[in-house]
């Protein structure tokens, strides 16, 4: 047998469909013994409301959608984490889609959110979306959007980032400060504002200590297959460079692997800073320099502006832009300066 319904409840206690509702509501024109003889008949049958049917009955809606484009990421991982705890707290209920980096699965997960009914959707954006209708569609639906870490910069709603190119210039400038003066830099597609941030930190960096900026050393490799391919063959150049900045931890794990592979020391030969400060870091050997985000900050600080804008308790005028500073954590890939000994 299925999960039983109130209809199903009326039946077995041959009562109005009416007075079983009522009574599960505790309503006070029920007799007390009657909410009771109801309670306790749903309780042992397990009873589960249609949470649905209620926001669609009472049009209040207490629901919320998630879409990021990965989960097993430990980023958007510790991300969710944040969310949920932070949600749970406040009495919503999330709806969580995975858009898997595509596109068109993006534009699905909003229809589905969507046909939920729910009261707002977190969003970070897949990196091949090109189109950004499906995001405008939301808010045209009267439904609160807010952006996290990957963001849609033409789209005019909240938006909670971490501060990458603060991350990415302190990440570059320790490996400079360490002796490090052919760096490259592994970053992500162009087109989303993370990618061209790290990439801006990374060239003032070197502008700042007047180190030449060298096209040749940045690459698009934001994967581990791509990593596999790139950084062999950087290292098989004539001058190989003495420093590796990766786009996130999965990359800069690889690259302490592959560039150890080679013959090379780590860090005594080649640094490596990753991005992130995950649970790899603390597995690579030597351990991995990497730039902390935050994760589990932002998704409490995302669902908290969201949640403040559906209650109409958000005190802040026009769009918010929420920063979230970033630390990087030194550890045994990168050379030592002073400040880490």
């Known amino acids: 047998m299925g999960q039983i319904t109130l209809k199903d409840i009326a039946k077995a206690l041959n009562l109005a469909p009416s007075t079983v509702s009522r009574a599960m509501r505790n309503h006070p024109a029920i007799s007390k013994e009657t909410r009771t003889l109801v309670q306790d ?93 499906h995001f405008q569609e939301i808010l045209d639906n009267k439904v609160h959007l807010i952006f996290f870490d990957r963001i849609c910069t033409g789209i005019n709603t909240d938006k909670v980032v971490v501060d990458d190119y603060v991350g990415s210039f302190n990440a570059v400038e320790h490996l400079i400060e360490t002796g490090c003066t052919r760096i490259a830099f592994l970053g992500s597609t162009p087109q989303m504002p993370i990618s061209n941030n790290r990439r801006m930190g990374y060239e003032d960096a070197l502008l700042k200590h007047k180190l030449p900026v060298d096209k040749d050393l940045m690459k698009i490799c934001d994967t581990v297959e791509m990593a596999k391919e790139v950084i062999p063959q950087m290292l098989k150049e004539e001058v190989v460079p003495d420093a590796f900045f990766c786009i996130n931890d999965e990359v800069g794990a690889i690259c302490i692997q ?58 802040r005028e026009g769009m918010v832009n929420s920063l979230i500073k970033t630390e990087l954590v030194v550890k045994e890939s990168t050379k030592c300066t002073r400040l880490h000994k």
């Open 258 to 315: 592959i560039a150890k592979s080679f013959g090379y020391d780590v860090p005594g030969d080649i640094s490596v800073c990753g991005f992130t400060n995950s649970f790899l870091t603390e597995v690579t050997y030597p351990r991995m320099t990497s730039v902390d985000q935050h994760g589990f900050k932002m998704g409490k600080e995302a669902v908290r502006l969201l949640i403040n804008r559906i209650e109409g308790k958000e005190e």
């Open 41 to 133: 008949y749903a309780k042992e049958h397990k009873y589960k409301p249609n949470l649905l049917a209620l926001q669609l009955r009472t049009n209040k809606n207490n629901t919320i959608g998630v879409i990021v484009p990965e989960i097993v990421h430990y980023f958007f991982s510790s991300v969710l984490d944040g969310i949920q705890q932070e949600a749970e707290k406040e009495g919503y209920n999330l709806l969580i889609a995975h858009s898997n980096e595509d596109y068109k699965r993006e534009v699905r997960s909003v229809e589905t959110l969507l046909e939920a009914r729910v009261c707002g959707i977190l969003v970070s954006q897949s990196k091949t979306t090109e189109k950004f209708n």
